[in-house]
């Protein structure tokens, strides 16, 4: 029960009491009436009358009160509804206030999604600029060792094409093996010094500083062409291809070889047969061609195995098709030979005396044999052996260290 209806009661309740009380007065007036028009033997006394007024006055007094409470309950009643009013009012203004919140809330929600979502694709955004960023310094790294290595290159290139450049066009391999030495070169060494190759290492200091100023320069027997009559050693041609192929160069590529680059033009002169290191004097560079394996067939013919054989490094590393490209490339033609003439100019005493006077430096020759009585053995790095990489083939000429 709310107070509005317990209002209603409690003024009801005051009403039925006012009309009885009214009704109660009204029997007195009549009483009082009557006894106007009774008899005086039955007239009150004053004492009785005075009773009755005070009794009136009593219940006037006890009326009033009740109107009083009746106009305060009317007043309260009011007060209730203008109440209830308020409440309801309230409850509306919250209500509309709890929906404009909850709208307000889905429209914080959409928000704060549209904004989570933006956030997120920044972050994709970012991370891809990131990724393409740390791409674009990776290419760059690459492009950096790509260009490094086409610098390199070019100056390969250009190195081949100076010497191509300075190749006399006018040398004939052919002519220049057949041809007669001059009178005054040198056709015999005083006695050549046999120097095996028992261990692999470079010349001493000591040896080196006793070479020529450009230095020395070692062959096989297999890329050496010796003229045909006779067995004067006075001057050869070395024979190999322009390039070789390296597995382990940058993945596999092709390389320019020793004899395409500056050779020099006087250089000492060390020729390997049967295991053993000769040293033949000093040779001069006469002159350089390049040409197909077919233009000198004649004299190469029985070094082709050998050559196809420097042409590829490293043969376990290097598939077989790729052996068998380079050996199409020599015999076609497409993959040029470079055929040098050397003549010997010349005997350096001081190296070859140095060498002698080593003759103690080993006990015995090759496999395990005492030395070729009247020789000095001493041993000599093998072919395209140095003492950084066992595995380089540094078949090119070794230029003379200079002491600082």
Same mark, same amino acid.
């Given at each position: ?29 009549? @009483?009082? /009436?009557?006894?106007? &028009?009774?008899? #005086? =033997? ?8 005075? *009773? $009755? +007024? ?40 919250? @209500?509309? /206030?709890?929906?404009? &919140?909850?709208? #307000? =809330? ?8 549209? *904004? $989570? +979502? ?287």
């Amino acid at each position: 029960m709310d107070d509005a209806s317990l209002a209603s009661d409690m003024i009801r309740l005051l009403r039925d009491e006012i009309e009885r009380v009214r009704e109660e007065i009204q029997e007195e007036k009549s @009483a009082v /009436r009557r006894s106007d &028009s009774v008899p #005086e =033997s039955v007239m009150v006394s004053p004492a009785e009358l005075y *009773a $009755l +007024q005070e009794e009136n006055a009593s219940l006037y007094r006890e009326v009033e009160a009740v109107r009083t409470q009746v106009y305060q309950i009317e007043a309260q009643s009011d007060r209730v509804v203008r109440t209830n009013t308020e409440v309801r009012e309230l409850e509306e203004e919250r @209500a509309g /206030r709890a929906l404009k &919140s909850k709208e #307000e =809330s889905e429209k914080l929600e959409k928000k704060l999604e549209i *904004a $989570l +979502q933006k956030y997120q694709r920044y972050q994709k955004a970012h991370s891809d600029v990131s990724e393409s960023v740390r791409d674009v310094e990776q290419l760059l790294q690459e492009t950096k060792a790509r260009r490094k290595e086409e610098k390199r290159r070019l100056k390969v290139l250009q190195t081949e094409l100076e010497e191509l450049r300075r190749a006399d066009r006018g040398f004939d391999p052919r002519r220049f093996i057949d041809k007669a030495s001059p009178n005054n070169a040198v056709t015999d060494a005083p006695k050549e010094v046999i120097a095996t190759s028992v261990l692999a290492f470079d010349l001493p200091k000591s040896l080196l500083d006793l070479c020529v100023p450009e230095g020395y320069i070692t062959k096989n027997s297999d890329e050496i062409v010796w003229p045909t009559e006779g067995k004067t050693r006075s001057h050869c041609l070395s024979i190999c291809s322009t390039h070789r192929y390296n597995p382990k160069l940058n993945g596999g590529h092709w390389e320019p070889s020793w004899d395409l680059q500056n050779q020099g033009k006087t250089r000492d002169f060390f020729y390997m047969e049967e295991q053993k290191r000769h040293y033949l004097g000093t040779y001069r560079k006469e002159g350089q061609a390049i040409v197909a394996s077919d233009d000198i067939r004649e004299l190469v013919h029985a070094h082709m195995h050998y050559v196809l054989k420097r042409t590829v490094l490293f043969p376990a590393l290097v598939p077989p098709v790729l052996t068998g490209i380079a050996k199409d490339m020599l015999y076609s033609g497409a993959l040029k030979l470079v055929c040098i003439g050397w003549r010997r100019v010349g005997w350096n005493s001081d190296l070859a005396e140095a060498l002698r006077r080593r003759r103690g430096s080993t006990s015995t020759g090759p496999g395990g044999r005492p030395p070729t009585p009247g020789t000095t053995v001493i041993r000599m790095p093998q072919e395209g052996s140095t003492k950084r990489d066992s595995e380089s083939r540094q078949d090119g000429p070794r230029k003379k260290q200079r002491a600082a």
